[in-house]
């Protein structure tokens, strides 16, 4: 994959991240009737959705590299989402040390499961295509 290919996957999956996580805020906003004058995020903040949408995208983006091994590639997947996590949704909360450490160990918990579960559905579609796939022989007579 070239670099303006790259990029351009990282921007579309970034605009389609930052659409998700807005509409889920908006959400949430609505749910919790808060008040125009007293919204829970300020456009600023909001803001840091697109930041963290973009760290995100880098992120799955770092795994279609096909030159670093699986485990490297889940290692860096992991650090940056974390960073993302932490940097744009955490912090501007302001938490204090123990809520930032839960707050860190609760996305590594949820990151673990999802990782696993990922693992699992591809390790059996892996499976199955192999299983329908037919022989051919390289050594056929023609």
């Known amino acids: 994959m070239n670099i303006k290919a790259f990029i351009k996957k990282v921007l579309t999956s970034a ?13 949430v906003v609505m749910i919790v009737y808060v008040d125009d004058n007293a919204v829970l995020l300020d456009a600023s903040r909001v803001l840091l959705f697109f930041v963290a949408s973009l760290l995100f995208a880098l992120a799955n983006g770092v795994l279609s590299i096909t030159r670093l ?3 490297l590639k889940l290692l860096i997947h992991y650090l940056l989402s974390l960073f993302a996590f ?29 990782a696993g579960l990922v693992a699992l559905f591809r390790s059996r579609y892996k499976a199955k295509a192999e299983a329908s796939h037919e022989y051919t022989s390289q050594f056929s007579k023609k």
């Open 86 to 114: 932490c940097t744009c949704m955490m912090l501007p909360l302001s938490p204090e040390g123990s809520t930032m450490l839960i707050g860190i160990a609760t996305f590594t918990v949820i990151y673990l499961i999802a």
């Open 69 to 71: 091994h699986g485990a």
């Open 15 to 27: 605009c389609i991240y930052f659409s998700i996580i807005t509409a889920i805020y908006s959400v």
